[in-house]
């Protein structure tokens, strides 16, 4: 990881702590050294577009995670020695526990034993499965809501961010360098900030988006940021650290569309992890296309050229396997 971890860039662009807003609602204090286009006109064109205080408000007021998720996503590094707090944590959620239990039985339909108890999940799954579930339990009626700005209908961000985790739980057989456990977590929360974002994208701003996108060949986050000052990595970064999530994951958020300037692993992970849900949800898998990753990421993860296929076949497969564990229809 060492090694990997020298091949980053070395200046890091936007660092957490300078994310807008951050003491003070302004915004990011790194343009120089972003990667992202500088603007032409001394006032940024987002600053005229969307009011980008009410923006981050906006971030700020989104409702908190339930307290038992942020405290099992804080365990995600040392799970072996914190197995009775876990099974305490989740048993004191009553509804939590139902979500579980009906989870852990769909995922063990075929046995004629039933899952009666936190421990007999944990026993039967494996510590890290269940933890997963709990968190997915969690997220999920955050993620659920429709996003029209980003065409997404009910349900669609949640499939993508499901997939994305799935794409990350997968990852670690194909790479060489040993996988943070906050993987699952992270890719599952990286469009967080596309809730808020969402909301404030009228159908003028979205043509805008797009227009920028073709005029200017820019990436979609590319076009959020010159447009809008901010862009959805940014703004989850701002909600997750609101949520108290530890910074590995606010990391990974911050960095998902670009992982070689968030110097650690898990943004590389999260944005494969992207990369490979998107695959699978337009149906790519086995066509013989491979999901595009930002220069560096797969030297970085140590993953050899022909992972790529083997790794969106295992985690479609899986996908579709779990679909009804986590509730995705
Ligand atoms: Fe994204
Ligand atoms: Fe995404």
């Given at each position: 990881?060492?090694?990997?971890?020298?091949?980053?860039?070395?200046e890091s662009s936007v660092d957490v702590a300078d994310l807008p807003g951050r003491?003070?609602?302004g915004p990011l204090t790194h343009r120089s050294q972003?990667?992202?286009?500088?603007r032409t006109s001394g006032k940024g064109k987002g600053t005229e577009l969307v009011d980008l205080k009410q923006l981050i408000a906006q971030a700020d007021a989104l409702g908190p995670l339930p307290p038992t998720t942020v405290r099992l996503a804080e365990m995600a590094d040392n799970l072996d020695s914190n197995l009775d707090e876990i099974a305490d944590l989740i048993e004191f959620d009553q509804a939590l526990t139902i979500q579980l239990l009906r989870a852990a039985n769909?995922?063990?339909?075929?046995?004629?034993?039933?899952i009666g108890t936190v421990r007999e999940a944990v026993a039967r799954m494996g510590t890290k499965q269940v933890v997963d579930m709990a968190i997915a339990a969690g997220v999920k009626p955050i993620l659920q809501s429709s996003l029209p700005a980003y065409g997404?209908?009910?349900?669609?961000?949640?499939?993508?961010?499901?997939?994305?985790?799935?794409?990350?739980?997968?990852?670690?057989?194909?790479?060489q360098v040993e996988l943070p456990p906050e993987g699952f977590t992270t890719a599952l929360l990286h469009d967080v900030g596309k809730l808020v974002?969402?909301?404030?994208?009228?159908?003028?701003?979205?043509?805008?988006i797009r227009h920028a996108q073709e005029a200017d060949l820019l990436d979609p986050l590319a076009a959020e940021s010159l447009l809008l000052n901010v862009n959805h990595?940014?703004?989850?970064?701002?909600?997750?650290?609101?949520?108290?999530?530890?910074?590995?994951?606010?990391?990974?958020?911050v960095h998902h569309h670009q992982p070689g300037y968030g110097r650690d692993v898990i943004c590389d992970v999260t944005h494969l992890a992207n990369q490979v849900a998107k695959h699978i949800e337009a149906g790519l898998v086995g066509s013989g296309f491979e999901p595009s990753l930002?220069?560096?990421?797969?030297?970085?993860?140590?993953?050899?050229?022909?992972a790529m296929d083997d790794l969106c076949l295992l985690a479609a497969a899986r996908f579709e396997l779990i679909r009804s564990r986590y509730d995705v229809v």
């Open positions: 990881m060492e090694k990997a971890l020298q091949e980053y860039p070395a003491g003070g609602a972003d990667p992202r286009p500088e769909s995922a063990f339909s075929a046995s004629p034993v039933s997404l209908d009910e349900g669609a961000l949640w499939r993508h961010s499901v997939a994305a985790a799935v794409g990350a739980e997968s990852a670690q057989g194909f790479c974002m969402g909301r404030f994208l009228s159908p003028s701003l979205v043509g805008l990595a940014e703004l989850g970064g701002r909600i997750a650290r609101r949520w108290n999530l530890p910074p590995r994951i606010i990391q990974g958020i930002a220069p560096g990421v797969a030297e970085r993860l140590g993953m050899p050229p022909q």
